[in-house]
């Protein structure tokens, strides 16, 4: 597999050159933007595997950018912030992005995130290849597309990951931190929250009434499940 390309917005030029610098020496093909019109106009260009988007930058805010980018194709996004503010990060969550860092960060843990996120792209294997089916919910791990009563329901990287992980273990209770572990891929440091805050996009896009959601259900004081809808069964296998 080719090596991933990553595009670097932000417009402090000591961050950028120091990002595209290291990345580079990783072996990624790496452009470098410093506001959202050039971002955009590279996005188009060069179409990378994954941005890193500073949230700050001086002719849009990187929240606008980041849904602009994922409207055009699934491209992964790792925000950058100054702020420690917890809101910020929800907020970056809710708006697709699939993993966030604050600044200061090592270099070290830059290059962890990078390749946890990047590790979504690997093939699937046979077994993963298989089509879940639970009713009118469908889920396809080869195109990475959910269908709901036969219509396309629009999932970032990150919540079709967290959807798959759980419809492939039907019943089975999972706390927050496993899930990240299982869905992130490493070992998550922030706060377990994000898993909340994912869980709630796709109820919003999967669920009747997401004050009573009947998929992804919620375990007091543990964590989430799948319930497969009732007369669903379980997961139909389809080729």
Same mark, same amino acid.
């Given at each position: 597999?080719?090596?991933?390309?990553?595009?670097?917005?932000?417009?402090?030029?000591?961050?950028?050159?120091?990002?595209?610098?290291?990345?580079?020496?990783?072996?990624?093909?790496?452009?470098?933007?410093?506001?959202?019109?050039?971002?955009?106009?590279? =996005?188009?260009?060069?179409?990378? %595997?994954? *941005?890193?988007?500073? !949230?700050? &930058?001086? $002719?849009?805010?990187?929240?606008?950018?980041?849904?602009?980018?994922?409207?055009?194709?699934?491209?992964?996004?790792?925000?950058?912030?100054?702020?420690?503010?917890?809101?910020?990060?929800?907020?970056?969550?809710?708006?697709?992005?699939?993993?966030?860092?604050?600044?200061?960060?090592?270099?070290?843990?830059?290059?962890?995130r990078v390749g946890a996120i990047l590790k979504r792209q690997r093939p699937v294997t046979n077994a993963?290849?298989?089509?879940?089916? =639970?009713?009118?919910?469908?889920? %396809?791990? *080869?195109?990475?597309? !959910?269908? &709901?009563? $036969?219509?396309?329901?629009?999932?970032?990287?990150?919540?079709?990951?967290?959807?798959h992980f759980l419809a492939s273990h039907p019943g089975r209770v999972w706390r927050r931190a496993e899930?990240?572990?299982?869905?992130?891929?490493?070992?998550?440091?922030?706060?377990?929250?994000?898993?909340?805050?994912?869980?709630?996009?796709?109820?919003?896009?999967?669920?009747?009434?997401?004050?009573?959601?009947?998929?992804?259900?919620?375990?007091?004081?543990?964590?989430?499940?799948?319930?497969?809808?009732?007369?669903?069964?379980?997961?139909? !296998?389809?080729?």
């Open positions: 597999m080719a090596e991933a390309k990553i595009l670097v917005v932000d417009d402090d030029p000591a961050i950028r050159n120091l990002i595209y610098r290291f990345l580079a020496k990783q072996n990624y093909t790496m452009e470098a933007a410093e506001d959202g019109k050039k971002a955009l106009a590279l =996005f188009e260009q060069f179409t990378p %595997d994954l *941005v890193i988007l500073d !949230v700050n &930058l001086p $002719d849009t805010n990187g929240y606008d950018l980041c849904k602009e980018m994922q409207s055009r194709t699934g491209v992964f996004v790792l925000m950058l912030t100054s702020r420690t503010d917890e809101a910020d990060k929800i907020r970056g969550f809710s708006e697709g992005a699939d993993d966030y860092l604050t600044k200061p960060f090592s270099l070290l843990e830059l290059e962890v993963e290849q298989q089509c879940l089916t =639970f009713n009118r919910l469908v889920i %396809d791990p *080869v195109r990475r597309e !959910v269908m &709901l009563r $036969d219509e396309m329901v629009p999932l970032t990287a990150l919540e079709f990951d967290l959807l899930l990240i572990q299982k869905v992130w891929d490493y070992d998550y440091v922030g706060d377990q929250r994000v898993v909340d805050v994912h869980v709630g996009q796709i109820r919003k896009k999967i669920e009747k009434d997401t004050n009573e959601p009947a998929l992804i259900q919620t375990v007091r004081g543990v964590g989430y499940k799948f319930e497969p809808p009732e007369g669903g069964g379980d997961a139909q !296998v389809s080729a």
